[in-house]
C-alpha cells in the first residue's frame, strides 16, 4: 500500500520557472525523503528531512515538512530541461523501518 | 562496484516458470530493500533485510514470492510459477544502517509472457 500521495500527479512547466510538488502522508513518520526517476528504472535520493526539521535546501531544491498536516512540500527553483523525470516521496514511520513510497508526481520541463 | 547491482537488467519469461532476481548492494550496506512497480505507480514495497534477516517481508504479495541473503551481502529474489501480473520492474536498494538514504539498483525488467 502507498504512505504518501503526490499532487499534482503531472506537472509541466517553462524552463526557469519553478515547480512545486506537495506530498501528503497518512501516519506519523521518523522522516521523509524525495527521490526522482529517470525513464522508470532507478531512483535516486534527493534529500532527507527528520521530522524535527521544519525545511531544508540542497543546492536548487527546497523540502518543507509539516508534521501538523502530515505534509511536505519539494520546491524545484529555476527548472531545468534535465529536472524533467518523476518524483517520489518516501516515508518512514520509525528509524529502522521501511521506506514506503507514494505515488509520484511527472514534471515536464519544456525547454 | 560503486553502486547497486541488479541482473539482470531484463528477463523475459513464460507463465508458470520460476525466476531468480540478484541484488548485490553497495559493500558494507547493512539494510537491503526489495521494491515492484508497475507502470505509472510508486515502488511497492516487498521485503526489507537487516544484515542476513529479513526484518519485514509484510510486501511479499503471495507465498510464490522469497527472497534470501545468506551471507548478508547479496541477495536473491525468487517468484514461483509465475504469472502475467508479476510482470514489473523489481527494483532493489540498499542503505548504511536502518533509517539512511536508500540507493537504489536500476532495476529488473520482468516480463512474463
Known amino acids: 500500500s502507498q504512505q504518501g500521495e503526490e499532487d499534482p500527479q503531472a506537472l509541466s512547466i517553462q524552463e526557469g520557472e519553478n515547480a512545486t510538488m506537495n506530498c501528503s502522508y497518512k501516519t506519523s513518520i521518523n522522516n521523509l525523503q524525495w527521490y526522482r526517476q529517470n525513464s522508470g528504472r532507478g531512483l535516486v535520493h534527493l534529500i532527507l528531512i527528520r521530522s524535527n526539521e521544519r525545511e531544508k535546501h540542497s543546492g536548487r531544491l527546497r523540502v518543507t515538512l509539516d508534521t501538523s498536516k502530515k505534509s511536505s512540500s519539494l520546491l524545484i527553483t529555476a527548472s531545468r530541461a534535465a529536472d524533467t523525470a518523476s518524483y517520489f516521496c518516501?516515508?518512514?514511520?520509525?528509524?529502522?523501518?521501511?521506506?514506503?513510497f507514494g505515488t509520484g508526481t511527472r514534471l515536464a520541463v519544456r525547454p | 562496484g560503486a553502486g547497486v547491482s541488479q541482473t539482470p537488467s531484463n528477463k523475459v519469461t513464460e507463465k508458470g516458470k520460476y525466476v531468480e532476481l540478484r541484488c548485490d548492494p553497495i559493500s558494507g550496506h547493512t539494510a537491503l530493500y526489495w521494491y515492484r512497480q508497475s507502470l505509472g505507480q510508486g515502488p511497492e514495497f516487498l521485503i526489507y533485510f537487516q544484515g542476513t534477516g529479513a526484518a519485514d517481508d509484510s510486501g511479499l504479495p503471495n507465498d510464490r514470492f522469497f527472497a534470501v541473503r545468506p551471507e548478508g551481502s547479496v541477495s536473491t529474489l525468487k517468484i514461483q510459477r509465475t504469472e502475467r501480473g508479476d510482470s514489473a520492474v523489481y527494483l532493489c536498494a540498499s542503505s548504511l544502517t536502518y533509517g539512511d538514504e536508500a540507493f537504489f539498483g536500476q532495476g529488473t525488467r520482468l516480463t512474463v509472457v
Open positions: 518516501a516515508t518512514r514511520k520509525s528509524s529502522g523501518d521501511k521506506l514506503t
